[in-house]
């Protein structure tokens, strides 16, 4: 069946350094790749998304790379700030706008003063 | 435009009763999703709603759930005889096409 995974549950990082959040998928269909946060008690925000056609987006200090050929995405974190502290997921879809999300299990992102 | 609305934020029945959850999309959205988060997990898909239509209930335990998304008024998601094990999170989103919204949730605690 489809399923999206984190290689690490946590990851802790000092204030002001730049953050690795990895995600592995294992459906080669999908088209669509997006990272949410999620804070404690808050529903998933939507934070970047990356089409197949491509394999790397920026933000504002986000930059999220797709690796199709090891079916691996990644979202960089710059200049981490205490608000980034949450549990990062990545999920896929078969188009974007419409239908099903499938999750990855997360990863707890902890930023140290 | 207020997002998408979930009610109640928290619920609390007892094993047996009923729990219904609901859901308003944002403006302009008419696909409605639900999915269940158990603690220290990703969200699971249950159900994908159009108007008066469920088009994907593959996420849907086969007993005791049901989802509806009527012409007027918001999605329901209800669970009837809760169990201790349905307690978690349930959020809805609502998609168009400048993609999915999730709303805060409702928290089901079943005691």
């Known amino acids: 069946g489809e399923s999206v995974g984190l290689h690490l549950p946590t990851l802790s990082v000092q204030e002001g350094d730049n953050s690795i959040i990895n995600c592995a998928y294992s459906?080669?269909?999908?088209?669509?790749f997006i990272w949410y946060k999620q804070e404690s008690g808050k529903g998933p925000q939507f934070i970047i998304d990356?089409?197949?056609?491509?394999d790397k987006r920026q933000g504002q200090r986000v930059t999220v790379l797709l690796n199709k050929t090891v079916k691996h995405l990644s979202l960089q974190i710059a200049a981490t700030q205490p608000g980034d502290s949450a549990v990062y997921f990545c999920?896929?879809?078969?188009?974007?706008?419409?239908?099903?999300?499938?999750f990855g299990q997360g990863t707890r992102l902890t930023i140290n003063p | 435009n207020a997002g998408v609305m979930q009610n109640p934020r928290h619920l609390v029945r007892r094993r047996g009763q009923e729990a219904r959850l609901r859901c308003s999309p944002m403006?302009?959205?008419?696909?409605v999703y639900w999915y269940r988060q158990l603690p220290e997990e990703g969200l699971k898909f249950m159900v994908y709603?159009?108007?008066?239509?469920?088009?994907?209930e593959s996420g849907m335990p086969k007993e005791r759930f049901s989802a509806e998304f009527p012409k007027e008024g918001p999605s329901i998601l209800r669970i009837q005889q809760v169990v201790r094990g349905d307690s978690a999170a349930y959020f809805c989103?609502?998609?168009?096409?400048?993609?999915?919204?999730f709303g805060s949730g409702t928290r089901l605690t079943v005691v």
């Open positions: 990356i089409r197949s056609n491509m």
């Open positions: 403006k302009g959205h008419s696909h």
């Open positions: 459906n080669s269909a999908s088209d669509y």
């Open positions: 709603l159009q108007k008066e239509n469920i088009i994907d």
């Open positions: 989103a609502s998609s168009g096409v400048d993609g999915y919204t």
């Open positions: 999920a896929e879809n078969k188009a974007q706008g419409a239908q099903k999300l499938v």
